[in-house]
Antibody, heavy 121, light 108 residues
């Protein structure tokens, strides 16, 4: 069974940094691309970033480009999102999702339960 | 960037058919994916590549895509289908992955 468990969320002040992690199990992690998707309270889904199976291809939403960095450690079956220069509008539940195939042009077919990031002074 | 338009809400009686639309410029030339999100839960992929179903998704869920509109059709609607539904496409513009604003399906 595919399992994705996010961690690292919390309350952070504007301008500070935070690192999210996603622990994956139940599938061959290094065969699949991964995504981060967020959802602000009471709002819709917003794609944040995607990374290919071998980290050679990476994409970001315009809203986070230059501030967020996605990475993965295939030896540890883990996905990460380094977030810096955080803003109030980054407040959201952050989901990691496994893509259907090796490239992040594929949609997410399994999702974690999310980790909540709150940016506030 | 590319824009996807979904009606905010759709209501349907149990046993009837629900048709949820997703509008976009020439969306028929793109692959459309659909997610179901029940309250307090993570999204679930219910249709990918316009009309394919992941394993475990009932045949009652089907998709189509042509022209400027993609449609998720849910046949024989059940109370348990009540959820928010989001369409998604891949675009070569500035934002590669685009979600629609979501449609809340209410089962009367």
């Amino acid at each position: 069974e595919v399992q994705l468990v996010e961690s690292g969320g919390g309350l952070v002040q504007p301008g500070r940094s935070l690192r999210l992690s996603c622990a994956a199990s139940g599938f061959t992690f290094d065969d699949y691309a991964m995504h981060w998707v967020r959802q602000a309270p009471g709002k819709g889904l917003e794609w944040v970033s995607g990374i290919s199976w071998n980290s050679h291809s990476i994409g970001y939403a315009v809203s986070v480009k230059g501030r967020f960095t996605i990475s993965r450690d295939n030896a540890r079956n883990s996905l990460y999102l380094q977030m810096s220069s955080l803003r109030a509008e980054d407040t959201a539940l952050y989901y990691c999702a496994k893509a259907r195939a090796y490239d992040w042009t594929n949609p997410g077919d399994h999702w974690g339960q999310g980790t909540l990031v709150t940016v506030s002074s | 960037s590319y824009v996807l338009t979904q009606p905010p809400s759709v209501s349907v009686a149990p046993g009837q058919t629900a048709r949820l639309t997703c509008g976009g410029n020439n969306i028929g030339s793109k692959s459309v994916h659909w997610y179901q999100q029940k309250p307090g839960q993570a999204p679930v992929l219910v249709v990918y590549d316009d009309s394919d179903r992941p394993s475990g998704i009932p045949e009652r869920f089907s998709g189509s895509n042509s022209g400027n509109t993609a449609t998720l059709t849910i046949s024989r609607v059940e109370a348990g289908d009540e959820a928010d539904f989001y369409c998604q496409v891949w675009d070569t513009g500035s934002d590669p992955w685009v979600f629609g604003g979501g449609t809340k399906l209410t089962v009367l």
